[in-house]
């Protein structure tokens, strides 16, 4: 029992540690997952072996069994469905341990189903191997590290338990090890199958077949290490506030033309880098198709809520939507708090993406695991969320009340201004100048924005946000792209009160898409099939150029909601818009490779197994049916060769019942003693028929007429003895007809 008790942790152990341990296994664990998988399982796991094997004081169990569950659960998750899951999984270990080592008998019957219960956990761990390309290519991944040697860990551990379980458990003593050795040697050839069919590399480069009348010369020109976009590729705004309107799809650049559609073979797609820059050809790339029925969406990917004095905004340490941002997962994350923020509706999106990166509009409810899917290169992931989005309008804001003196204690993170004195003065200056005869908490919002009218908007994405280049953007250029128009606003509403912080990630809107977007859009949606479950009106194509950074503001009652600072500015005027340069997307067609990549054959391999199993199946029963038939021919004869076909035919119906099978080293006679128990009704028939067929076997000289009087009796105690046995009924009829007991006598 100790050995299984091992196994079993060992295999438990396996399963929850690996993620820890494996880099392409992109899974997560926060805090309380921690404590509940390598804390609070492992301890009920052997407190109720512990308890089981030796005799513990009830109260001292209780403690040690209770305490846990109650101390762990409400210190690290409080009062949350969280905390009710670890009671309840931490119960459950202790319950099935106790039932497998103190009451076995009840244990054996569900024994099974825990193994393969884990089964499932191994094969979806399998299903998250998956992470970035640079993880992907590593040695590592490709060395000891690879799917298959998982797939060989994971099946070694679980054919290792299942052998101790059964010998534990199952496997009667004195048996014999044919069938337990031929399961074995089953189980290592299919482990064998898997590990050497199993295929090196998922990926598959296929033939490519250009719909597209331009086509762009691969790979272009390498770009700035953050891949923020290039250097001009941002927004032309002509929003008014603060979700509504970007442009008129289909404008002309500067040259008066329209944006062409171009295409890379999905081979030779460049990476992130290779997309961020415009170079010399100034184009925009595809980097994610958004499908939602809410419009415009902004995916934003990194929160900044601390004030730096020197480099401006940056990420606040702790906030947990930047964390989502980058979080690996197992299961489907859920916002565990409620939501008390009225006209928040719940807007499902689904996302399929080159970037590693989730883009999540705010306030993400509900996310899904990321799925890499290697076919679909450079999409190479996607996931799918709910987030709830604001509905509120500038009419709901109208009336707003001032932070109240607990939302102001919690908010104040997002309040601080620490600047120096020549700086905070230039801000202070503007500020009271566009705040002028401004009364309500709204109104602030809105004289902050319209400050920006005299300010010209360039187009571009901009990485510096110091303070310095905002002093400079404020009080002398007076011009900026979409970074400084967010960072300023956000910086002079903390100066009047306001909760702000600094947005950054990508626009999803059907006003940013041109003709040429809406073209990429049908072509990638005849190649991927993910796509083809949204309407071509749900989906929008987001490229380099769609880089942005916004402004959220805090407004009472209703939350963060987000806000497009670049609305009031002058427009840009004589500049080429960057959503109007020729749009590059991957060329992805039907897997037809020039050579024929192995895959793992799954359904030939089940196929084939299941076949073999049903043949072996059928096989089992037709020699157990035939050989009853040909003991019933042979037990006609008037010969020592019936007398021992009709001793064969009473083992077989002995066994068929359920009763003990014989071992080879007990006479007839013994064998009666053994059945006493059992079969007291027909002890009498029994002992008469062992000793006509000891008689009729072993004594030398019988007169015929005495040999046939002897087998018609024996004969007429075989219909006795097989009629006593039988018990009435279908579920005893049913026992009987498919059991194989009998073919242990390998006569």
């Known amino acids: 029992m100790r050995i299984l008790f091992g196994s079993r942790l060992f295999l438990y152990l396996l399963a929850v540690s690996l993620p820890l341990l494996h880099p392409a296994i992109v899974v997560s664990y926060d805090l309380p997952s921690l404590i509940l998988w390598f804390i609070l399982v492992p301890w009920e796991l052997f407190l109720s072996f512990f308890a089981s094997t030796y005799r513990m004081k009830p109260i001292l169990h209780l403690g040690f069994f209770a305490v846990p569950l109650v101390f762990f659960p409400l210190v690290f998750a409080g009062w949350s469905v969280q905390a009710l899951e670890m009671i309840f999984i931490g119960t459950g270990a202790y319950g099935l341990t106790a039932l497998l080592f103190r009451y076995p008998d009840w244990g054996r019957r569900i024994a099974f189903v825990e193994q393969f219960g884990l089964a499932v956990v191994y094969i979806k761990l399998l299903n998250f191997f998956r992470a970035s390309e640079e993880v992907l290519k590593s040695p590592k991944v490709h060395g000891i590290l690879s799917p298959q040697v998982l797939m060989g860990v994971f099946l070694g551990a679980f054919l290792l338990h299942g052998v101790i379980l059964y010998i534990t458990l199952y496997r009667e003593r004195g048996t014999r090890t044919k069938v337990e050795g031929g399961l074995l040697l089953s189980g290592c050839i299919v482990l064998t199958m898997v590990l050497l069919l199993l295929p090196p590399d998922y990926v598959k480069n296929t033939i490519v077949t250009n719909l597209l ?52 073979p999905q081979d030779q797609w460049p990476g992130t880098q290779g997309r961020g820059r415009q170079g010399q050809e100034g184009k925009q790339y595809a980097v994610m198709v958004v499908a939602s029925s809410h419009d415009p969406l902004y995916m934003a990917n990194e929160y900044r809520g601390r004030l730096h004095p020197v480099t401006g905004f940056i990420p606040l340490e702790g906030e947990p939507l930047n964390e989502l941002s980058h979080l690996r997962l197992l299961e489907t994350w859920k916002d565990v708090e409620s939501n008390f923020e009225p006209k928040r509706e719940e807007v499902p999106f689904f996302v399929l993406s080159t970037e590693g990166l989730r883009y999540l509009p705010y306030k993400p409810y509900r996310i899904e695991p990321t799925v890499f899917q290697r076919q679909y290169r450079p999409f190479l992931f996607q996931y799918r969320g709910i987030s709830r989005i604001s509905r509120s309008t500038p009419e709901d804001w109208k009336a707003l009340p001032e932070l109240s003196p607990e939302e102001r204690a919690v908010l104040e993170p997002y309040l601080e201004v620490p600047l120096a004195k020549n700086d905070l003065r230039i801000f202070s200056l503007h500020l009271s100048n566009i705040l002028k005869g401004t009364e309500g908490y709204f109104q602030r919002i809105l004289a902050i924005l319209n400050g920006f009218s005299t300010f010209q908007y360039s187009l571009g994405y901009t990485e510096d946000t110091s303070i310095e280049a905002l002093v400079e953007f404020l009080s002398v250029s007076r011009e900026g792209d979409c970074t400084e128009f967010s960072n300023t606003a956000a910086l002079l509403a903390r100066m009047a009160g306001i909760p702000s912080r600094v947005v950054t990630g990508y626009l999803a809107s059907s006003e940013l898409q041109t003709p040429a977007h809406i073209r990429g859009l049908s072509l ?81 391999v089940l196929r084939i197994l299941s076949s073999l199993i049903g043949f072996g199946i059928f096989g089992l029963y037709s020699f157990r049916y035939i050989r009853e038939a040909w003991y019933r021919y042979l037990a006609r004869g008037n010969g020592v060769q019936a007398a021992r076909a009709l001793y064969r035919l009473v083992l077989l119906e002995l066994a068929s019942e359920g009763y003990p099978l014989k071992p080879p080293s007990l006479t007839p006679f013994e064998f009666t003693k053994v059945l006493q128990e059992k079969a007291s009704q027909e002890e009498v028939a029994l002992k008469r028929f062992a000793s006509l067929y000891t008689e009729l076997c072993y004594r030398s000289r019988i007169p015929e007429e005495e040999k046939k009087e002897k087998l018609k009796e024996l004969r007429s105690l075989y219909a006795s003895i097989r009629k006593g046995i039988r018990r009435k009924g279908l579920l005893p009829f049913l026992v009987r007809a498919f059991s194989l007991r009998g073919l242990r006598y390998s006569w």
């Open 524 to 604: 990638l949606r005849q190649a991927l099939p993910p796509l083809q479950a949204f309407p071509l009106e749900e989906l929008f194509l987001v490229t380099t150029a769609h880089r942005h950074s916004w402004a959220q503001f805090w407004i009472p009652q209703y939350g963060w909601i987000d806000f497009e600072t670049t609305a009031f500015a002058i427009p840009p005027m004589g500049m080429g818009d960057p959503n109007n340069r020729d749009v590059v997307i991957p060329l992805i067609q039907e897997e037809s490779p020039l050579v024929p990549i192995p895959t793992f054959p799954w359904k030939s």
């Open 213 to 264: 009348q331009h086509e762009v010369n691969p790979p272009p020109e390498p770009l700035d290490i953050e891949g923020n976009g290039f250097p001009n590729g941002n927004l032309q705004n002509r929003r008014d506030l603060p979700n509504r309107g970007l442009r008129i799809p289909g404008s002309r650049d500067g040259q008066g033309r329209r944006n062409r559609l171009e295409g890379i």
